[in-house]
């Protein structure tokens, strides 16, 4: 009785969340992934620049970067301190550069300067977590090995009353890989973030012109505009 209550109210659960992707599709009809990119390189690069700064600020950074440093070894020769330089504009600039000069060390010693396409060997490499993984291997190689959870992605899941947690990412993922369903996996993140950006803001949403408010339990919420 109890396992077939839990199987209603996880169908239930499922079909809501399938609404709710549906309708933000309909209402975010041209989003795409947020970061510039040619190579899996400069998706890797792109994507370690990410980490706490906003895409726009990714965006003006990487054209010169990329056309200065054009392969794992231009990045693992280059100067440290050159190499801070050229990103300056990004937060942490100097902990970032040192990830990015290490990683492709790595890349150039070990997988010929390639960036691999599995997420236990991209997990290996310095300032590479499963979020980044996730996000290297969906957009850069097309292969959906799980929901990449951003700050947007772990506040609206929980929000949406999908996930117990709006703290812990790893246990936001594991719950959200659980209820969507994989062919939906590779543009959740850009819904999340287009809706978290335009309304369902942090700290406070503004829940009174969302078009998902009469189906969003608001778990959470404490003030809403
Ligand atoms: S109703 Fe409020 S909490 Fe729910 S998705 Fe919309 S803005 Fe976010």
Redesign the pocket.
Known sequence: MKRDIYYFCYELLMASAKEVISILKKNYPDIKYYLNFKTPLELFVAAILSAQVRDEVVNATTPNLFKKYRTAKDYMDADLNELVKDIKNISFAGNKAKYIKEACRILAEKYDGKVPDKVEELTELPGIGRKTANVIMINAFNKITGIPVDVHVLR?GY??GWTTTDKNADRSATELEGLIPKEYWKEFPWLMKAHGRA??KAPE???SR?F??SI?P?NG?KR?L
């Open positions: 609206l929000r949406l309304i369902c949403p503004y829940c969302c998902l408010s969003c608001k919420v809403q």
